[in-house]
């Protein structure tokens, strides 16, 4: 089966970098996700590492390690919008060899003055 | 960019009524659609995956009469929730992937289901 682990609660300063970290276990890893969601929205995409390394869009960055089934957010200059939960997804493969998406279960992000 | 649009985004109805939710991707084809649950504090949870022109997928635990998934076109996917309980109440979130590529889901607004 997939299963995800990323920290429950981060609280950062408003200007500063956070890192957010996610580590998986997958069968058949295709690429690890990351999607933003706002209390009472949906999840928004911020950014997919199918390959090893960082992808940077903006402020945010994402890095992944195939080798260490690890991957991390990081967000910079960070702005008080920013304060919303942040899931990681990993996209493998089930026990019936289709693709699958799981997510993990958040990480609920508080920037402050 | 890639966009999604679900409808409705919100619904209040008495126990017992079936509730239909739309799932559109409105520049893209999907041959994949995804559909989700998601209970207040809580993460996603795959219910099932939508093919077109084939029967869905549904995860362990979740019940295919109870559940009804259309996929009638590249662009179309809905969800009938039949007979809704209060316990079926929850925030229902479609995504879809581009058919072409290794390109991540792209999700749909969402729908509050609340059932009295």
């Known amino acids: 089966g997939q299963s995800l682990e990323q920290p429950s609660e981060v609280t950062a300063v408003e200007g500063a970098i956070v890192q957010i970290n996610c580590t998986y276990q997958?069968?058949?890893?295709?690429?690890l996700s990351w999607y933003q969601q706002h209390d009472g929205g949906a999840p928004t995409f911020l950014s997919y590492?199918?390959?090893?390394g960082l992808e940077e869009t903006g402020r945010f960055s994402s890095f992944l390690s195939r080798s260490d089934s690890y991957g991390y957010l990081l967000l910079q200059e960070l702005q008080m919008k920013d304060s919303a939960s942040y899931f990681c997804?990993?996209?493998?493969?089930?026990?019936?060899?289709?693709?699958?998406?799981?997510f993990g279960t958040g990480t609920k992000l508080q920037v402050i003055p | 960019g890639a966009v999604v649009s679900q409808h409705p985004s919100w619904v209040i109805c008495k126990s017992g009524t079936s509730v239909k939710i739309e799932c559109r991707s409105l520049?893209?084809?999907?041959?994949?659609m995804f559909w989700y649950r998601q209970f207040p504090k809580q993460s996603l949870m795959l219910m099932a995956t939508?093919?077109?022109?084939?029967?869905?997928?549904?995860e362990q635990g979740v019940e295919k009469d109870k559940f009804l998934i259309n996929h009638a076109s590249l662009t179309l996917s809905t969800l009938t929730v039949t007979s809704a309980h209060p316990e079926d109440s929850s925030f229902y979130i479609c995504s879809a992937k581009d058919t072409w590529g290794n390109q991540p889901q792209h999700f749909g607004d969402g729908t509050r289901l609340s059932i009295l």
């Open positions: 520049d893209f084809q999907a041959t994949t």
């Open positions: 939508s093919n077109e022109g084939s029967k869905a997928t549904y």
């Open positions: 997804a990993v996209r493998g493969r089930n026990s019936g060899g289709y693709q699958k998406v799981t």
């Open positions: 997958t069968s058949g890893f295709y690429g």
């Open positions: 590492n199918a390959l090893d």
